[in-house]
């Protein structure tokens, strides 16, 4: 085999593909791509909805509920308990098949009867203001995290408490606007740092307490710029930076994005016990190659987000899966092709379907066997009717794509795509016939919040009742009781800008799906680091001399 090279059929951008992912299309049986990888992706992750926060109501019993999928929408939506309860029945939708129309068309109206349920998650105990949550407590305005509690504010978590403005970040505690940090506590304007206590604006530090503006630390105290002071000195510093100051910490951040720039060596990526494999925040991964934020998982190619994978091709946010090809958000799944947001087997092209077997072309469905558009068939004509379907897609070049952009839950904008792909406009998409939506509330009543004071000591407590408007995007958000009380004990100032601004803000540090050409630091040595160029990081190492230096 060699590798082969085509044109993506959205970007028109020559893409090849290699060797070893021809290899494993054909063991998981799917077709050849048609889009580039980028492409790929951004199809996908337009699937997975990164909404505002909103109040609606069941379209079954009018129970209201919140929800992040769009106010205009082409589906019902019930509440996550109905959707599961037997009040309804998605075989009663079920559609015969019509050879003299595409095979997508049919899928997208069978879809748009189907309801959606209003919340991913179960397990989850006072977390309505959620999405997309485990087994977690007490939470509010915070998406995608396991075993989390008391979080505000915060993206992608495990196994966090108590913190505020939190994003990737695992097993720590009152921590606050921190990313991709581990095990540690009181941590605060952080980046990838572990096992830290009591801390402020670390980039790349271990097993460090009490420090302030540090970098590539290991094991330390009473640290500021990397420049040892006893312990008096130090709190006696720390008092003098006038931390509850919002002009003060725009200051120190503004200089510790220098320091990032500048000062920190920076590891070409940071996977953690790995194995002939390439990408980003990978862990305990073995022969996973272009994958990224994935861990425990294996032969893996094109993957991003997910957890215990094994032989999958073009998965991304799936997790216990195998042979999983060209498919989105599933989960518990065994030979799932083309599908989204389903936990099955043996299928193709499901929607929303749980632990179903042997099923083509179904929305919504649960434990179901043989069926075809949401119809139930034997075994022999399944197979049948299948194969008839999958010939004529052929001829329209439908089969072996993935499902439409149409076919999202709603604007690409307010999906998970948009933070990978930030650059794209609202006519790209639209031509693709993708969804999007501005959002202008700029009639929307409340107070700027460049008005509100600047120090957290002169904030009253009245401020949880008012209504303060986001400078960047007109949104409108609130002060609530326990954030206050986070931010008075902490002191830290007010945010100025929305909770899903500041998400997005942070996130851009850790989407880059690519690396770029480098030369290390101190040997010269070409490397590739998956650092964008425009970011003008001066220290970049390659392993062995990031091993030497840092360690
Ligand atoms: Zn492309
Ligand atoms: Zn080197």
């Known amino acids: 085999?060699?590798?082969?090279?085509?044109?993506?059929?959205?970007?028109?951008?020559?893409?090849?593909?290699?060797?070893?992912?021809?290899?494993?299309?054909?063991?998981?049986?799917?077709?050849?791509?048609?889009?580039?990888?980028?492409?790929?992706?951004?199809?996908?992750?337009?699937?997975?909805?990164?909404?505002?926060?909103?109040?609606?109501?069941?379209?079954?019993?009018?129970?209201?509920?919140?929800?992040?999928?769009?106010?205009?929408?082409?589906?019902?939506?019930?509440?996550?308990?109905?959707?599961?309860?037997?009040?309804?029945?998605?075989?009663s939708f079920g559609q015969d098949y019509d050879p003299t129309k595409p095979f997508f068309k049919q899928l997208q109206d069978l879809q748009g009867k189907i309801p959606r349920p209003h919340q991913n998650g179960t397990k989850n105990t006072r977390c309505d203001w959620c999405d997309d949550v485990w087994n977690c407590k007490d939470s509010y305005l915070s998406r995608s995290m396991i075993d989390c509690e008391n979080l505000f504010y915060s993206y992608r978590n495990l196994r966090v408490k108590n913190s505020i403005d939190v994003i990737v970040c695992f097993d720590s505690e009152k921590c606050f606007n921190s990313e991709n940090c581990y095990n540690s506590y009181k941590l605060f304007y952080s980046r990838h740092s572990r096992?830290?206590?009591?801390?402020?604006?670390?980039?790349?530090?271990?097993?460090?307490?009490?420090?302030?503006?540090?970098?590539?630390?290991?094991?330390?105290?009473?640290?500021?710029?990397?420049?040892?002071?006893?312990?008096?000195?130090?709190?006696?510093?720390?008092?003098?930076?006038?931390?509850?100051?919002?002009?003060?910490?725009?200051?120190?951040?503004k200089g510790f994005e220098e320091i990032i720039k500048n000062k920190v060596v920076h590891r070409l990526n940071f996977n953690f016990r790995i194995y002939n494999s390439e990408g980003?925040?990978?862990?305990?991964?073995?022969?996973?190659?272009?994958?990224?934020?994935?861990?425990?998982?294996?032969?893996?190619?094109n993957c991003i987000r997910g957890d215990n994978e094994k032989t999958n091709i073009d998965g991304n946010g799936c997790w216990n899966a195998e042979l999983n090809g060209n498919s989105n958000c599933c989960h518990d799944n065994y030979s799932i092709k083309y599908s989204n947001w389903s936990s099955s087997r043996y299928s193709e092209y499901v929607d929303l379907c749980i632990e179903c077997e042997y099923c083509f072309g179904c929305v919504g469905l649960k434990k179901k066997k043989y069926c075809i558009l949401n119809k139930q068939y034997e075994k022999n004509e399944y197979e049948t009717l299948k194969n008839k379907i999958i010939s004529d897609m052929k001829k329209r070049g439908e089969y072996g794509k993935f499902l439409p952009y149409s076919m999202s839950a709603g604007p690409f904008n307010f999906s998970t795509s948009f933070h990978y792909f930030p650059e794209t406009k609202r006519e790209d998409i639209l031509k693709l016939g993708g969804y999007w939506e501005d959002v202008d509330e700029s009639d929307i009543e409340g107070t700027p919040s460049s008005e509100l004071?600047?120090?957290?000591?002169?904030?009253?407590?009245?401020?949880?009742?008012?209504a303060l408007i986001c400078p960047e995007t007109g949104w409108r958000f609130n002060i609530a009781q326990n954030e206050l009380t986070f931010y008075r004990e902490n002191n830290i100032p007010l945010p100025r800008y929305h909770f899903d601004v500041r998400i997005k803000d942070s996130l851009k540090y850790l989407t880059v799906l690519q690396a770029y050409p480098y030369?290390?630091?101190?040997?010269?040595?070409?490397?590739?680091?998956?650092?964008?160029?425009?970011?003008?990081?001066k220290k970049i190492a390659c392993?062995?001399?990031?091993?030497?230096n840092i360690a």
């Open 1 to 91: 085999m060699q590798n082969l090279t085509k044109i993506c059929e959205h970007c028109q951008q020559n893409f090849i593909i290699t060797e070893g992912e021809l290899a494993l299309y054909k063991k998981v049986e799917i077709e050849l791509p048609t889009l580039c990888n980028f492409c790929r992706i951004k199809l996908h992750l337009s699937f997975w909805m990164f909404g505002k926060f909103r109040k609606g109501k069941s379209d079954l019993s009018g129970e209201s509920l919140i929800t992040v999928l769009p106010e205009k929408n082409r589906y019902p939506i019930y509440t996550l308990h109905e959707w599961h309860s037997d009040k309804w029945d998605a075989m």
């Open 195 to 253: 096992d830290c206590i009591e801390s402020f604006f670390l980039y790349d530090c271990r097993n460090c307490q009490n420090c302030f503006m540090c970098w590539n630390l290991r094991n330390k105290s009473y640290c500021i710029e990397n420049v040892q002071y006893s312990r008096e000195e130090y709190l006696e510093k720390i008092k003098s930076f006038d931390l509850g100051s919002y002009k003060s910490i725009q200051n120190h951040k």
């Open 280 to 301: 980003d925040y990978l862990q305990d991964c073995k022969n996973c190659h272009n994958c990224f934020t994935i861990s425990s998982s294996q032969d893996c190619f």
């Open 453 to 466: 004071p600047d120090d957290i000591k002169d904030v009253q407590d009245d401020i949880t009742t008012k």
């Open 519 to 537: 030369k290390c630091f101190y040997c010269q040595k070409d490397i590739m680091a998956y650092y964008k160029p425009e970011w003008g990081y």
């Open 543 to 548: 392993e062995e001399c990031y091993k030497q």
